[in-house]
């Protein structure tokens, strides 16, 4: 599966691609209230450049809604391989809106580390309209992806879109895990993690996951 934005909404279509994806690049910019909208002119042209130029198989754009990066914006993209990250950094040397964007004093990338994504099946739900994206980051055992396994469903039925998983590999929290899980409303988050609450395999969990950091991020654009 891969992502369209259509109409200012979030949506699904059918690509073999997406499965192809064995990283993501995760990029965090504090960027002041009055620039914001600017910055996101010209991320777009910066995302056209990623997609055509470096091969990225998805980018999403977002703004962080929690915590401490709160109103910060957030650039996931996925590639195959990191040839795919060595060419995005060739993009944004040569790409003037990127330029532009660092010199207008506004922007200040505070963030960007690279996922190493590990296989977990889940029963995607294409037919919603993708909104909000929940990231959990945690310090966690080698039985992490069984875990993580068997609790997917849960998140499956009560309204995640999609489910990834992987370790990061880079930056200060190199060899954390981190759950990234889409949904299409704050009412699924809140019935997936009230579901979680009474589930024993959760809970049982939690006492070898160390969770240090839980963001949602209001996904603006997929690409």
Do not use: W
Not at 76 to 100: C, H, I, N, P, T
Not at 167 to 186: D, K, R
């Amino acid at each position: 599966m891969s992502l369209v934005s259509r109409n200012g909404l979030n949506h699904y279509k059918e690509d073999a691609t997406m499965s192809d994806a064995n990283y993501f690049v995760i990029t965090v910019a504090k960027t002041e209230p009055d620039y914001f909208n600017t910055a996101v002119e010209q991320a777009s042209s910066v995302i056209d450049d990623l997609k055509s130029k470096a091969g990225a198989i998805t980018v999403t754009l977002g703004r962080i809604a929690t915590g401490e990066q709160a109103g910060s914006v957030a650039l996931f993209q996925s590639y195959e391989s990191l040839s795919g990250f060595e060419k995005a950094m060739d993009v944004y040397a040569a790409s003037s809106d990127y330029q532009a964007m660092m010199a207008s004093g506004k922007v200040q990338v505070v963030m960007r580390n690279i996922l190493k994504l590990h296989s977990v099946p889940f029963e995607q739900n294409t037919s919603d309209t993708m909104k909000f994206a929940v990231l959990t980051r945690a310090s966690a055992p080698a039985s992490s992806v069984a875990t993580i396994t068997q609790l997917a469903p849960v998140f499956a039925v009560n309204g995640a879109m999609t489910l990834r998983f992987g370790t990061i590999v880079t930056g200060s929290n190199a060899g954390n895990q981190l759950l990234g899980v889409t949904y299409p409303s704050m009412d699924a988050i809140e019935k997936t993690y009230d579901a979680l609450g009474a589930n024993a395999d959760y809970q049982a969990a939690l006492g070898s996951f160390n969770i240090n950091l839980r963001v949602i991020i209001r996904i603006l654009s997929i690409h």
